[in-house]
């Protein structure tokens, strides 16, 4: 499995911001599409952001107006930008890339807290 390397997480306070990166293989990263996911403690993975083909942008409910999903070409990493978070955020945070006729790609995580 190709590796996705995660960074950027860590500990915030409620109200605060963090930004997720996620560096992938040129060989896969500019054909696919890219997700992020998250999975809080006891709950299912969860859906968070993606940028579909025609670079369209898609939001869960929850986090749409706080976070910012963006992708880098040049440098084959895609970002989460976390503004004005929530303890309700806090989970583990997952990458993802799709790119046709391929099986998915998936970070090895990384957490995210955020307390009150």
């Known amino acids: 499995q190709v590796p996705l390397v995660e960074s950027g997480g860590g500990l915030a306070q409620a109200g605060g911001s963090l930004r997720l990166s996620c560096a992938a293989p040129g060989s896969i990263f500019s054909d696919s599409t890219v997700h992020w996911y998250r999975e809080a403690p006891r709950k299912q993975r969860e859906w968070v952001a993606s940028i579909n083909r025609g670079d369209s942008i898609e939001y869960l409910g929850t986090v749409k107006g706080r976070f910012t999903i963006s992708r880098d070409n040049s440098k084959n990493t895609m970002y989460l930008q976390m503004n004005n978070l929530k303890p309700e955020d806090t989970a583990v945070y997952y990458c993802?890339?799709?790119?046709?006729?391929?099986?998915?790609?998936w970070g090895q995580g990384i957490q995210v807290t955020v307390s009150a």
């Open positions: 993802n890339l799709l790119k046709p006729w391929e099986s998915p790609y």
